[in-house]
């Protein structure tokens, strides 16, 4: 399949950057797969080594940190000689805290060491990490599951990709037979997701949502359930992670589906649950977006941690843990959760894109779904599940702040009118 992350790794290679690249992402996105691939395909030498498998390989950083002790050591062990020509892939290096610690040595080394490392929890394990961090001498990088996009390119609907991208940058309707389609397979992944294994199974199902094994979503939030009891600092705050974790899909079920603490435990507060809903933040499995009731560049600057919702880190897996059926996505279903599960798509399109997660909502009146802090100016988003137009918010916040444009996303086709740019939600991505 392609990944927009190969490119990612071709820039790190291609400026020859000595800082060893780290990337986080949540469990199956697919960073071993990609990254794999990756050091296949442009070097001569690799080596793959995974400190979950390979406990004992931690033993090897305990004496020494420095470069050369650990080739010679790991070249001991593999029974084959490694020096600067080999491309090291450190998989689950956040087991082995030291190896983490030894990158900064690899950096400050007159060789230039091309040095990968993934984990799917090396986001937890970053902000709590107890040595010394090799701050300033790693590039990081978080991967995130398949966009729309790739969804396409996976399916072999290149041309569609490419004409809906053409179409964005022009403003202009598609035919309504190729908007049609698009729609339709828009749909198929809402339901599918971006997991790579799901899509893989969609494909072999003949990309036929009604032959796609549901169960595989089933399994992933199973390993993401398992993975909760690692890195906390007590069983207490694994439990109260899961528990959070549970209560997504019923808090954005709401009409107002900002984050209350009483929905996870009654007369529970940030104290209690702040920890926990960092470390899913930090793993990948949420997005966190917040709410910032001052519209001012930086808007980040302006954010409202204390006000924010939760979203999922894959609309598929959400459709599945909010028991969607596909008929619930379609035109003709009444299903209020379709909402909530096309701002999650939307959302997730958004942080892979590397935009900041904000919303806008000052009072129970006015509430703009995303914000978007570009050079030209900030541009508000307005999310639809169908093809619904109306919007008091959009209407209210225009006549306040009169911004050069606004973005509605819904399944509309594309088209301009009065500064208002109408985006279909297949069209995600190009934002």
């Known amino acids: 399949m392609h990944r927009k992350f190969y490119g990612v790794l071709e820039e790190w290679e291609d400026k020859k950057t000595k800082e060893p690249l780290l990337v986080a992402g949540a469990r199956q996105v697919g960073k071993t797969w990609i990254i794999k691939k990756f050091c296949s395909e442009r070097y001569n030498d690799h080596l793959y080594l995974n400190f979950e498998s390979e406990p004992g390989l931690s033993d090897i950083f305990e004496e020494s940190l420095e470069p050369y002790e650990i080739l010679k050591k790991i070249g001991i062990y593999k029974g084959r000689k490694i020096d600067v020509s080999t491309a090291l892939f450190f998989d689950e290096i956040q087991k082995c805290e030291k190896a983490i610690t030894s990158l900064k ?26 040595g010394s961090f090799p701050v300033g001498k790693i590039r990081q990088v978080r991967m995130y599951p398949m966009d729309f ?64 094994d549901r169960e ?27 528990a959070v974790y549970e209560s997504v899909p019923r808090q954005l079920a709401k009409e107002n589906p900002k984050f209350k603490y009483k929905e996870v435990r009654s007369n529970a507060n ?44 894959d609309a598929g897996l959400l459709s599945y843990a909010g028991k969607m059926k596909y008929s619930d996505l379609l035109n003709t279903s009444d299903n209020l959760f379709k909402g909530a599960l096309a701002e999650n798509y939307v959302v997730q399109s958004l942080a892979a894109k590397g935009h900041e997660l904000l919303y806008h909502k000052p009072d129970a ?61 297949y069209a995600a991505f190009c934002l």
């Open 105 to 130: 040595y690899f950096c400050e080394a007159e060789e230039n060491y091309r040095i990968i490392g993934a984990g799917s929890l090396l986001g937890v394990k970053i902000n709590r990490f107890s």
């Open 149 to 212: 996009e790739e969804f396409l390119m996976a399916t072999g609907e290149e041309l569609l990709a490419e004409e809906i991208e053409s179409a964005y940058k022009a403003m202009k309707p598609m035919p309504g037979i190729i908007h049609e389609k698009a729609i339709h397979l828009y749909r198929d992944y809402l339901y599918v997701g971006g997991m790579p294994r799901c899509v893989d199974n969609y494909i072999s199902s003949n990309c036929d949502v009604t032959s796609f």
């Open 216 to 242: 595989l979503q089933h399994f992933i939030l199973l390993a993401y359930s398992s993975d909760m009891s690692k890195y906390t600092t007590s069983a207490a705050e694994g439990v109260k992670i899961a």
């Open 270 to 313: 940030k104290r209690d649950f702040y920890e926990p809903i960092d470390w899913l933040r930090s793993s990948g499995m949420v997005y966190k977006v917040d709410n910032t009731e001052i519209i001012r560049t930086p808007l980040k600057l302006y954010a409202d941690d204390k006000s924010f919702k939760l979203y999922m880190s």
């Open 365 to 425: 009146g006015l509430e703009i779904d995303m914000l978007l802090d570009m050079p030209e100016g900030i541009i508000p988003v307005e999310i639809k599940a169908g093809r619904h137009k109306r919007s008091a918010s959009l209407k209210k916040y225009r006549e306040k702040y009169k911004p050069e444009k606004a973005i509605r996303i819904s399944e509309n086709n594309f088209g301009e009118t009065e500064g208002i740019c109408s985006v279909p939600l």
